[in-house]
């Protein structure tokens, strides 16, 4: 904690001179993947919106200091994934995750780590959630515009059409309303 602290990769709540929450960011695989890790929120401080604030700020601290860098995280805990969503993190597979081998050692201390193994680090009870920087203006850190529903669903066929251009003379109206 003191060594995150001293390296300005922490955020931490004080009340007086009490520590009442605390999470902290580290970098792996050269930059391209921030964890945002360690959210404790004392006990008599949960559901006051103190998490949320100090999930916000280390989101920002994440971005400032590593613009380029997916930002990610991984928990069991719903409260943590709401904040997350709120954020713009989004669920995915363990296999989107940074394959940094120290990253992973770090989850030998919890209990669910036998499925992480059995499942040769595919799944676990922990969701992987992960927030790209591309989606975030870097000057003020807040999300880009989004073009809307209609054109991003339009965008999600143009792309899947690409991917699979054989069904695109399976499907000749869809290929009409893409194309225009």
């Known amino acids: ?10 955020v931490i709540a004080l009340e007086g001179e ?3 929450g605390f999470c902290y960011i580290e970098s792996w695989e050269n930059r391209k993947f921030v964890a945002n890790s360690g959210l404790i929120v004392h006990p008599d401080y949960r559901k006051t919106g103190l998490a949320r604030n100090i999930k916000s700020k280390i989101f920002k601290l ?8 997916r930002i990610f995280g991984i928990t069991t805990s719903l409260a943590v994934m709401k904040i997350n969503s709120g954020l713009g993190y989004q669920p995915v597979t363990f ?12 989850c030998q201390s919890c209990t669910n780590y036998d499925i992480l193994l059995r499942t040769n680090r595919k799944m676990c009870l922990c969701t992987g959630m992960v927030c790209n920087p591309e989606e975030y203006d870097g000057d003020t850190g807040k999300k880009k515009k989004t073009s809307g529903s209609w054109k991003q669903f339009k965008k999600f066929l143009k792309t899947r059409s690409e991917r ?15 194309h225009k």
Do not use: C, Q
């Open 62 to 69: 994440s971005r400032k200091k590593f613009p380029e860098s």
């Open 164 to 178: 699979f251009p054989i069904k695109n003379s399976f499907y000749p109206k869809i290929s009409k309303i893409l």
């Open 18 to 20: 009490k520590v009442v």
């Open 95 to 106: 296999s989107e995750l940074t394959m940094d081998e120290t990253f992973w050692k770090g």
């Open 1 to 10: 904690m003191r060594e995150k602290i001293h390296k300005g990769n922490a």
